[in-house]
Structures are given as C-alpha cells and as structure tokens.
C-alpha cells in the first residue's frame, strides 16, 4: 500500500524579568476551549482577558487595549477587529497551522508579529512519503491513500479538480484535512458518484457547516467530520503551549519560535 501525503512546512533569563510586573500586557484569548496550560504560561506575566461565547460582538467589546491575541478560531482577523484593539497591539498567536483567516497585508502594514502552530500535526508514524505539489501527477497516480495538508493560497485553491480526481486509482481514498477551498467540491462529489475514486474523508468542506440539503452528506463512500481532526488532548495541549510561548517570545520582542510575519 502506497501513502503519500502533501503537506506545507513553514519553517536562562525567566519570562517575567524581561516583561515588567508594574506593565502587564494584557492577551486575550478569543476561545473559553483553549487549553487551561495556555493561560498557566500567559498569567505568569500577562494580564488574561477571556471569552466566554466565541462571537465577533463580545470579543469586539473586549479587544480594546489589548497587546497581544491568543487566536483559536475561524472568525477573521480584519482591519476592523485589528482597528478596534488599537495600535499598541503588535503580537499575535494563531493556535492553527493556516492563516488565510488573518489579513496578512494588514499585519505587516502595523508591524504586527503572528506566529502559528505548524509542524504539530505531522502523519510520521505511518511511514508516509512527501510529495511536493509539483509532482501530483506521481501522487494521483500511485497512492492507495491522498492526505491533503495544504495551507489555502492562490496556488492551492481548487487544485484538487476533476482533472486531479480522473487521476486517481478506483481502487483509492481521498482525505482532506486541511482547508475546503483546496478541494474543487462538485467535482469530488462526481468523482465519489460515478465510481472515480473508492471514497473520501473530510474534516473541512466548503461551506462549514454544510447546509443539510447538501449533497456530500447524502453519499455512502464518504465521512464527514466537523473540523476537529486534531481534538486530541495531546494534539490541542501542544498547540497551546507552542501559540503561549511564541506569544511570549513577541512580548518580550524575541523571535516567535514559529513566525509567520
């Protein structure tokens, strides 16, 4: 059995001497979810402000004076939420692999540091093979298994089509784990239809959630998960720490130990 798997990597002195007591800044961390071991690291030198809904409207109301965001959530970082904290924001920590829900060119434009959580998920102990894009013609062709762990980019989007899925073994298994804009979704409801591929595993789509009308969900050959794919303790325990302490590292004006921008 053949798996292949397309991924993108991005490549002594304590915390609280190089933050003052007296100037806490203050984080907010925009999910109540977010593991406890994120606050325990923040609070030693951070004022945490927190969320209880996960809305727009009461992070909006709680955003203002804010230096720094604990980011883990799909609601968007845009000019509006970015104006409604104010200029002395200038870190933020993404607990997620993919960024296309943060407006990069508004960051660089502030100075604003972003850090996020790659790396975390990586499929090692099953022995995959990494296949770089250009050569998904290899891909298509010879995997039992596709596992897509893209970030979404104009290069990305859509590059899962009818062409990709003509491809493909009868035989294979299509698994989309990283954004729904990456997978050309009418096409992949022919293929799995018309017997082009054998089935298909996703834990992102286009929309999320699927509206119940939606055909992908009336189809036997695929299973649907709600974007959770990486709900581990282990998994979200690890992202948490890692977005904490690259937003420490931008605090404190170090390097985020994985930066963005």
């Known amino acids: 059995v053949n798996i292949f798997i397309i991924i993108s990597i991005t490549a002594g002195t304590s915390t609280a ?72 924001m200038k870190t933020i920590g993404a607990m997620s692999a993919g960024y296309d829900h943060i407006d990069l060119k508004e ?36 995997s039992d298994f596709i596992f897509v762990s893209v970030p979404l980019t104009a290069e990305t989007e859509g590059m899962c089509n009818a062409d990709f899925f003509a491809k493909m073994k009868k035989t294979a298994v299509f698994v989309n784990t990283s954004r729904g804009k990456v997978v050309d979704q009418k096409a992949l409801v022919k293929a799995l239809k018309e017997g082009q591929i054998f089935a298909a595993g996703l834990d992102v789509m286009t929309p999320e959630p699927l509206p119940p009308t ?41 390097a985020m130990l994985t930066p963005v921008v």
Not at 117 to 137: C, Q, R, S
Request: aromatic share 2%; with cysteine.
């Open 17 to 88: 001497n190089k933050i003052s007591n007296s100037t806490r800044p203050k984080v907010l961390i925009n999910n109540p979810y977010v593991p406890q071991i994120a606050s325990d690291l923040l609070s030693e030198c951070c004022e945490i402000i927190t969320i209880q809904n996960e809305t727009r409207e009461e992070i909006l109301s709680k955003i203002k004076g804010v230096d720094a965001l604990l980011w883990a959530s799909h609601l968007k970082i845009d000019k509006d939420m970015l104006d409604a904290a104010g200029s002395q």
């Open 107 to 142: 960051l660089k434009k502030r100075g604003i540091k972003l850090g996020n959580t790659p790396k975390v998920l990586n499929g090692k102990e099953l022995g995959a093979k990494f296949v770089p894009l250009e050569d998904a013609d290899k891909l298509t062709k010879e």
């Open 214 to 254: 939606d055909e992908l969900l009336t189809l036997p050959n695929v299973v649907l998960m709600p974007h959770w794919g990486s709900a581990t303790i282990k998994t979200r325990d690890d992202m948490a720490v890692l977005t904490a302490k690259n937003i420490i590292n931008g605090l404190k004006g170090d």
